[in-house]
Nanobody, 119 residues
Framework: VQLQASGGGLVQSGGSLRLSCAAS????????IGWFRQAPGKEREGISC????????YYADSVKGRFTIFRESDKKLVFLQMNSLKPEDTAVYYC?????????????WGQGTLVTVSS
């Protein structure tokens, strides 16, 4: 399984970005795809997950109501729509597959994509 994250950039506070995670292989290879982020000086945290089997989702309290995780119908491209961005959302964002949302239980990671939210 290979994961490729993209879509990061610089945005003003209150703005929006959409991150993409492209997954290779068969959907059965990844029971869930999650988005994680790591801000400078902080631990990596799981912020959103999408189950490949039943489509159930998870959101961390810090992003609930602002971020939406969804996928294309072929299940190989997963998006994270981020609205109402705040400076505290600034971080490197990663997609991964494993037992979401725990970072230590992920099997495969994509490379990170940097999101910077200016105030």
């Amino acid at each position: 399984v290979q994961l490729q994250a993209s879509g990061g950039g610089l945005v003003q506070s209150g703005g929006s970005l959409r991150l993409s995670c492209a997954a290779s292989g068969s959907p059965s290879d990844y029971p869930a795809i999650g988005w994680f982020r790591q801000a400078p000086g902080k631990e990596r945290e799981g912020i959103s997950c999408l189950s490949s089997s039943d489509g159930s989702t998870y959101y961390a309290d810090s992003v609930k109501g602002r971020f939406t995780i969804f996928r294309e119908s072929d299940k190989k491209l997963v998006f994270l729509q981020m609205n109402s961005l705040k400076p505290e959302d600034t971080a490197v964002y990663y997609c991964a597959t494993g037992s979401c949302p725990r970072p230590d239980l992920q099997d495969y990671w994509g490379q990170g994509t940097l999101v910077t939210v200016s105030s």
